[in-house]
T-cell receptor, first 114, second 113 residues
Framework: NAGVTQTPKFQVLKTGQSMTLQCAQD?????MSWYRQDPGMGLRLIHY???????DQGEVPNGYNVSRSTTEDFPLRLLSAAPSQTSVYFC?????????????FGDGTRLSIL | AQSVTQLGSHVSVSEGALVLLRCNYS??????LFWYVQYPNQGLQLLLK??????LVKGINGFEAEFKKSETSFHLTKPSAHMSDAAEYFC???????????FGKGTKLSVKP
């Protein structure tokens, strides 16, 4: 009963490096999203997808790319890491795109940019 | 536009005391509201959700919340706090036609023995 799986759990990068945060769900959910969590800021939406091949920007998309080639996977790419991207990143999914659907969250990736 | 305000970034109660975590929302459409809990180093877990079926919503672990349209509030309560309730709690409102959520800044609950 895996649910939403995020890898890696921890990562340290140097400024300017690139990396991909992985997210996979095994619930056949249409909707997937990425949030970042910063102290005192709650969670803010980065990008989301309503189905394979369809992605859109959220509240704070700058510096991040996403793609959705399969229903199960929704990776988040940092093209050139900056210290301002130090954060905890959460992937979430829900069964449909309906407004009343709760989202299921992964355990997060803790990312530090030096 | 939708928004959520959680009053109090930290709340401390004694074990056995009433827990009250406040959430006020702003929404241009009938809102769908959620409470999530986050334990240390974990993801967010759904406590309960309001989807217009009933104004008093019961959730997991003995928590409940009441939707009050006149006060634009969705406060979370639990009659008797337990040590295991210590966590951070987030109120969220659905952003629009899709599943995106707008979160409050969170309230960290401490429970004293």
């Amino acid at each position: 009963n895996a649910g939403v799986t995020q890898t890696p759990k921890f990562q340290v990068l140097k400024t300017g490096q690139s990396m991909t945060l992985q997210c996979a769900q095994d619930m056949n959910h249409e909707y997937m999203s990425w949030y970042r969590q910063d102290p005192g800021m709650g969670l803010r939406l980065i990008h989301y997808s309503v189905g394979a091949g369809i992605t859109d920007q959220g509240e704070v998309p700058n510096g991040y790319n996403v793609s959705r080639s399969t229903t199960e996977d929704f990776p988040l790419r940092l093209l050139s890491a900056a210290p301002s991207q130090t954060s905890v990143y959460f992937c979430a999914s829900s069964s449909t795109t309906g407004r009343n659907q709760p989202q299921h969250f992964g355990d997060g990736t803790r990312l530090s940019i030096l | 536009a939708q928004s959520v305000t959680q009053l109090g970034s930290h709340v401390s109660v004694s074990e056995g005391a009433l827990v009250l975590l406040r959430c006020n929302y702003s929404s241009s459409v009938p809102p769908y509201l959620f409470w999530y809990v986050q334990y240390p180093n974990q993801g967010l877990q759904l406590l309960l959700k309001y989807t217009s079926a009933a104004t008093l919503v019961k959730g997991i672990n003995g928590f409940e919340a009441e939707f009050k349209k006149s006060e634009t509030s969705f406060h979370l309560t639990k009659p008797s706090a337990h040590m295991s309730d210590a966590a951070e709690y987030f109120c969220a409102v659905n952003r629009g036609s899709q599943g995106n959520l707008i979160f409050g800044k969170g309230t960290k609950l401490s429970v004293k023995p």
